[in-house]
């Protein structure tokens, strides 16, 4: 569920994610395509929008460093990195009747969030979109081809995903080059999400993508090089009915290696399900139930929440100290998927010494979701 846990944004109801919904656990709606053990992904096809299931989002985070020598400067703003971005794409099938032939009719919801975390600001600059599928806002159902007004994201036959955001405050244009193929998440792409099997994603994610272009903050232009995370989900089905959010990190690990981990958390901070995958330099694989403690929080002056913003994570007999670049990272996206969550830049450390760089998203803190 990237960003990541598939399962109802309160966005699903008018429509992420980021969020969620405290999930009602029944069937599977027959309106809508089931997520099935067994299904085999196919590329390119699977890069692209599954229409028949109910939610999906394509969802890339990242760092970025400024290149050697000084900004092109066409106003104030004296930001120098590193950076943390994320751009998001949901798309969402309302139940619309698809008997109505109007191109007007809503039968998809095209959502987005983009963000940079900027030090010197010590919050993001983030912007949001909500639109119908038509004319101005267009997905594609063959590959990754999202156009919004103003924001894209492409995938070109090279394998090269081109990132564009363009908003008051900050933009970029970015080029995000993957030299792997897509990683399958769960069980070959069939990622569960709780205990029975129809509680499920489609899963797959891009971790070592690399980063280069432009960022735009204020007036003021970098040359930027570094990192990115792509997650690509879909899904039909909601959380278990006692999870009340959830916890995610994607971290590019030095050595070559990546590290994802989720949990499902219920009202005690327990959890619900979870799951870890350690990814080594060489590909193979460690999956394992992972641990979870929290060591320290941070509360929201703008909305009172209070978000975990580290953590040390245990995979068998590994540990990860998750530490934010900054702690106000929370993000605002009530006019859009209707929800606030933290979603923010992190380093990885091991025994004092960093080792990796990622995100981590957190959901649910505020209240339970609910549609």
Do not use: C
Not at 101 to 107: D, E
Not at 114 to 119: C, G, N, T
Not at 152 to 164: K, M, N
Not at 333 to 349: K, L
Request: glycine residues 10%.
């Amino acid at each position: 569920m990237r960003r990541r846990l598939l399962l109802a944004f309160a966005a699903m109801a008018a429509s992420r994610p980021a969020a969620m919904p405290a999930a009602r656990a029944a069937a599977v709606d027959p309106d809508y395509a089931p997520v099935l053990r067994g299904h085999r992904l196919r590329f390119p096809r699977d890069h692209g929008m599954h229409p028949a299931f109910r939610i999906e989002w394509w969802y890339i985070t990242g760092w970025l460093e400024t290149v050697a020598g000084p900004p092109t400067t066409a106003g104030e703003g004296s930001s120098v990195g590193p950076f943390g971005y994320q751009i998001t794409f949901f798309r969402v099938r309302s139940r619309h009747s698809a008997d109505n032939p109007s191109r007007f009719a809503p039968h998809q919801l095209l959502l987005a969030h983009a963000a940079i975390a900027d030090p010197a600001l010590g919050r993001l600059r983030h912007a949001q979109q909500a639109w119908r599928a038509g004319e101005l806002a267009s997905i594609d159902r063959t590959d990754a081809r999202i156009r919004l007004p103003g924001w894209q994201l492409v995938r070109g036959t090279d394998d090269i995903y081109r990132a564009e955001v363009e908003a008051d405050d900050f933009g970029y244009a970015l080029r995000l080059a993957a030299h792997e193929p897509p990683v399958l998440q769960g069980e070959a792409g069939y990622s569960r999400k709780g205990p029975r099997a129809e509680q499920a994603s489609y899963y797959y994610s891009r971790p070592g993508l690399r980063a280069s272009g432009m960022l735009r903050i204020g007036g003021q232009q970098h040359q930027v090089h570094g990192s990115g995370w792509l997650d690509h989900e879909w899904s039909s089905q909601l959380m278990p009915e006692e999870a009340l959010g959830w916890d995610w990190a994607g971290i590019g690990l030095d050595d070559g290696g990546s590290l994802l981990v989720f949990r499902l958390r219920d009202a005690a901070g327990g959890s619900v399900h979870s799951h870890a995958r350690l990814r080594f330099p060489d590909g193979h694989t460690l999956d394992a139930s992972p641990g979870f403690e929290v060591l320290r929080r941070w509360e929201s002056p703008r909305t009172g929440i209070t978000y975990p913003v580290e953590w040390r994570i245990t995979v068998a007999d590994k540990s990860y100290l998750l530490t934010p670049l900054f702690d106000d990272q929370e993000l605002d996206a009530r006019r859009s998927t209707g929800t606030v969550y933290w979603e923010g830049a992190v380093r990885a450390s091991q025994d004092g010494q960093v080792v990796g760089r990622g995100y981590l998203e957190l959901t649910g803190y505020g209240a339970r979701m609910a549609l």
